[in-house]
């Protein structure tokens, strides 16, 4: 009970240290388990990294050294120091930029659907228009139609009075002409003969 204090902040300070390395700022589902033994004290923690755009960025993990470098094999943990800062650095530079570029393609994404929703606004609006417009030469139509009628009924009855007066007073003047012509060369002789007969009686 007296180690697990150390055990938990030894825990904790590993985890930020490996979060800096892979260039990562957050953690979730952390889980840890603690194996006591009767000599040794076992301690893992999982969990799952990932780099958060709304979190800041983790900071670069620098590895200091206060021992002076001595034998072959100081010159080489010293080596090993540098390849770990330096691909910290690498992994956050490389985690910083792709998410630059994700922010850049989901504002490009949103600008794209803003400019979507505009032209579809403004085409229904040039549509609502057109069909008011249509709207308006059938009424328009409707009304010059009606007026046309009103003028035209007046003169389209004189014009039928007119043919039908015409065709009575051919009707009329053929009847007299048939009369006259029937009536005068044979009732003239049948005349002539009746007045001499009756004469002579």
């Known amino acids: 009970s007296e180690a697990l204090p150390f055990l938990e902040f030894e825990l904790a300070r590993q985890m930020m240290l490996k979060l800096k390395c892979l260039g990562m700022n957050c953690a979730f589902g952390l889980k840890s388990e603690i194996d006591v033994g009767s000599q040794l004290?076992?301690?893992?923690?999982?969990?799952?990294?990932?780099?958060?755009?709304?979190?800041?960025?983790?900071?670069?993990?620098?590895?200091?050294?206060?021992?002076?470098?001595?034998?072959?094999e100081d010159?080489?943990?010293?080596?090993?120091?540098?390849?770990?800062?330096?691909i910290s650095g690498k992994n956050r530079q490389w985690?910083?930029?792709?998410?630059?570029?994700?922010?850049?393609?989901?504002?490009?994404?949103?600008a794209r659907k803003i400019k979507e929703a505009?032209?579809?606004k403004a085409?229904?609006?040039?549509e609502a228009e057109k069909?008011?417009?249509?709207r308006r030469a059938a009424k328009s139509k409707s009304s010059s139609g009606g007026s046309s009628r009103k003028q035209l009924t007046p003169q389209g009855s004189g014009n039928l009075a007119s043919t039908a007066k015409e065709p009575s007073d051919k009707i009329a003047k053929s009847l007299?002409?048939?009369s006259s012509k029937k009536m005068t060369p044979e009732r003239g002789d049948n005349v002539a003969v009746g007045a001499v007969e009756n004469f002579v009686h």
Do not use: F, G, M, N
């Not at 010159?75 to 330096?86: F, M, N, S």
């Open 75 to 86: 010159r080489k943990l010293v080596a090993l120091q540098q390849q770990i800062e330096t």
């Open 131 to 134: 069909r008011r417009e249509e």
């Open 123 to 126: 085409a229904a609006k040039l």
């Open 95 to 110: 985690l910083a930029a792709s998410a630059t570029r994700q922010a850049a393609r989901k504002r490009r994404q949103y």
């Open 41 to 72: 004290i076992v301690a893992t923690s999982t969990a799952t990294a990932l780099y958060c755009d709304a979190i800041p960025p983790p900071r670069i993990l620098e590895i200091s050294r206060t021992i002076a470098v001595q034998d072959e």
């Open 118 to 120: 505009q032209l579809r």
């Open 176 to 178: 007299d002409d048939s």
